[in-house]
Nanobody
Framework: QVQLVESGGGLVQPGGSLRLSCAAS????????MGWYRQALGKERELVAT???????KYADSVKGRFTISRDNAKNTVYLQMSSLKPEDTAVYYC????????????????WGQGTQVTVSS
């Protein structure tokens, strides 16, 4: 009943920039929070950044000062602006949302996107 679709991934050189987008659609009444996670080869999925409905943000130490998370509540979309990219940022990036579904379900739901590949290499 709810889908999250990421876009904007690709190949960039070290020091470059990339902007990821994630749009939520379906039976959504409201979204409490959205975030970005990433998973590199051979590693566990880790939190990158989160943003609440009130626009409070949190970042992993590894991306502070380089990444910026934002959202457009009207579009149910979250963005991740990535700058000064490093090879260590290479991973599949997943968006996540904590939301409340519309009637008749009317329940809290944590939803995940399918991921978008980000590769930082020269």
């Amino acid at each position: 009943q709810v889908q999250l679709v990421e876009s904007g991934g690709g190949l960039v050189q070290p020091g470059g920039s990339l902007r990821l987008s994630c749009a939520a659609s379906g039976s959504i009444f409201s979204i409490n929070a959205m975030g970005w996670y990433r998973q590199a080869l051979g590693k566990e999925r880790e939190l990158v950044a989160t943003i609440t409905s009130g626009s409070s943000t949190k970042y992993a130490d590894s991306v502070k000062g380089r990444f910026t998370i934002s959202r457009d509540n009207a579009k149910n979309t979250v963005y991740l602006q990535m700058s000064s990219l490093k090879p260590e940022d290479t991973a599949v990036y997943y968006c996540n949302a904590l939301l409340f579904t519309s009637a008749p379900s009317r329940r809290w739901l944590e939803s995940w996107g399918q991921g978008t590949q980000v590769t930082v290499s020269s």
